[in-house]
């Protein structure tokens, strides 16, 4: 899958694709990284995290992953306690045929690691049509989650997605064979068991000879195993003197053909999964035409006031200068208004609602450089105090300054027309501006 900040950024895209509406305004944000340090994708994703603001796309991701670990963990335990309730079941007698309990335990493993072989030989088929993408057929009002299927499916359809499915399937059957492996040591220690074979139509040489193959591997790692005379001496016969030896080659048969080449396979799709890790898809239209914009040197800085005649004046901004935050004329009923702005972290400087807080905050500015973000009231004429004050504070500011205009998601009426009126007054002080976010992109989708 896609590492979490890249599905930031794809999760991003996908909904502003489909006309969202952010917390925060993309186009100004993507103008604020023009000459920001770093490779395309490293402002992309840095781009992504400053639109999410408020962390809501983040915060949906992570539950998502957050979700998924839970299941995967509930999933695990299951199997742990499944292998080892259905090993204990199998050794309920004390006298035990050993190739039947060896067939019980490995059997069905080996065919589906025989089987994951096969799978992970053939050629992935790319699915498509209704059940490719889950956004078809589960149905929400909520167009971040709807997203955020539509970006689990894409991935679905990458060929490196088989090695997440195997990692889950082998990291499944470890808590098995885990299970059964901690039954059997349990059972051994507690009980006495032992141990015997019999066959129709296979003779003592072959079976002699076949645990002598089965019983090399452990002997090497150290494991008591059964000698010709201990095969030939349990047949059709619960020999205790040799169920020491019969019990030390169960528990290596488990951990030499079931743990161990399971570990090996988990271990090559971690590491597969790993290096098939997915890029940023930087060849869509979407991520070529902000790519564009950032490589070209004339561009107007907001697509949609391309019908009005004023346009905002650059917003530069300096990482080494400490960011204020003041609010003119009375609190905002949001007292976070100003976090997260153009990427930053503003420090909150109050209210300025009298001559006296504004002189104050002008010594202050005259004292150390800072650049300032002033919270303006957009819903009423800009009268010439209200202006005469921002003129001043942006004097002030030895690091510039950015006049952000408010609105209230409830309020509408007249905003419209005192919009350009601002635009105006500001553009003719040589100010720069950000619109209310949600009214910003909101009209840039109309006009665009």
């Not at 067939?103 to 690691?113: D, E, F, I, P, R």
């Amino acid at each position: 899958m896609l590492n979490p900040p890249r599905q930031l950024t794809e999760l991003v895209r996908l909904l502003q694709e489909r006309g969202y509406i952010f917390t925060a305004d993309p186009q100004p944000l993507t103008e604020a990284l023009r000459h920001a340090e770093g490779s395309a994708e490293t402002k992309l994703n840095r781009r992504a995290e400053m639109i999410d603001s408020d962390h809501k796309l983040q915060d949906a991701l992570a539950c998502v992953r957050h979700t998924f670990g839970w299941l995967l963990l509930a999933a695990t335990l299951f199997w742990l306690v499944g292998g080892f309730a259905g090993t204990v079941t199998l050794m309920q007698q004390s006298g035990l045929n050993f190739f039947f309990v060896l067939a019980s335990v490995l059997g069905l493993h080996t065919v589906m690691l025989l089987g994951w072989l096969v799978f992970v030989c053939l050629p992935r088929a790319k699915s498509s049509g209704f059940w490719a993408n889950p956004g078809l057929w589960i149905r929400g009002k909520d167009p971040v989650n709807q997203a955020i299927l539509r970006l689990y499916s894409d991935e679905w359809q990458k060929p490196a997605m088989r090695w997440q499915i195997s990692l889950i399937s082998h990291r499944l059957w470890l808590a098995t064979l885990a299970g059964m492996l901690a039954a059997v040591v349990l059972l051994l220690m507690v009980r006495q068991y032992t141990f015997n074979w019999e066959s129709t139509l296979l003779s003592d040489a072959t079976f002699v000879s076949l645990v002598q193959a089965l019983s090399w591997l452990p002997a090497k790692l150290g494991f008591p195993v059964p000698d010709a005379g201990a095969v030939l001496g349990s047949r059709l016969n619960n020999d205790p003197t040799s169920a020491r030896q019969w019990g030390g080659l169960l528990i290596g048969s488990i951990i030499c053909y079931g743990l161990l080449p399971r570990f090996g396979a988990w271990l090559a799709c971690k590491i597969l999964s790993r290096r098939g890790q997915s890029p940023l898809p930087l060849d869509k239209p979407y991520y070529q035409q902000i790519i564009q914009q950032w490589q070209t040197r004339v561009v107007d800085a907001d697509i949609y006031r391309e019908s009005v005649a004023v346009a905002p004046p650059k917003i530069r901004l300096d990482d080494h200068l400490p960011k204020w935050a003041l609010m003119l004329e009375g609190a905002w009923p949001d007292k976070l208004w100003h976090q997260h702005i153009l990427g930053q972290q503003w420090l909150d400087k109050g209210t300025a609602d009298s001559r006296d807080a504004v002189a104050a905050l002008k010594q202050d500015l005259a004292q150390q450089p800072a650049q300032l973000l002033i919270g303006v009231r957009a819903q009423q004429v800009p009268d010439r105090g209200v202006l005469r004050q921002i003129t001043a504070l942006a004097g002030a500011a030895q690091g510039g300054a950015v006049v952000q205009l408010l609105a209230e998601k409830e309020i509408s009426d007249g905003l419209q027309d005192y919009l350009p009126q601002w635009h105006a007054a500001l553009t003719e002080r040589q100010l720069a501006w950000l619109d209310p976010p949600r009214v910003s992109q909101a009209q840039r989708m109309l006009h665009g």
